[in-house]
């Protein structure tokens, strides 16, 4: 059975800093994309950043040059630096992977989500 835990969410004011991490677990035989997604409430959930396996990144325009996404394929982590925060990032934020199992080809699997609220 495979998880994704999160950590590294809270509250921060305006400005400030958080580093979330996720971790893989379970039988994995690879990990393709990683990827951070978030939900704020009342809207649906988009994508923040991915990098696939050989490190190439992807993000949406709102956090282009505030947030950087890394992993460590030794490790099966992703994790998402988050810099200059602002009011609108406030969010649940989900840690998503794309990996195959040995009983299951490619599929998509998500953390349970850590609350940030950007505030002061």
């Known amino acids: 059975q495979v998880q994704l835990v999160e950590s590294g969410g809270g509250l921060v004011q305006p400005g400030g800093s958080l580093r979330l991490s996720c971790a893989a677990s379970g039988t994995i035989v690879s990990i393709y994309t990683m990827g951070w997604y978030r939900q704020a409430p009342g809207k649906q959930r988009e994508l923040v950043a991915t990098i696939t396996s050989d490190g190439s990144t992807n993000y949406v325009d709102s956090v282009k040059g505030r947030f950087t996404i890394s992993r460590d394929n030794a490790k099966n982590t992703v994790d998402l630096q988050m810099n200059s925060l602002k009011p609108e990032d406030t969010a649940v934020y989900y840690c998503?992977?794309?990996?195959?199992?040995?009983?299951?080809?490619?599929?998509?699997?998500w953390g349970q989500g850590t609350q940030v609220t950007v505030s002061s």
């Open positions: 998503n992977a794309d990996l195959m199992t040995p009983w299951q080809q490619r599929s998509g699997y």
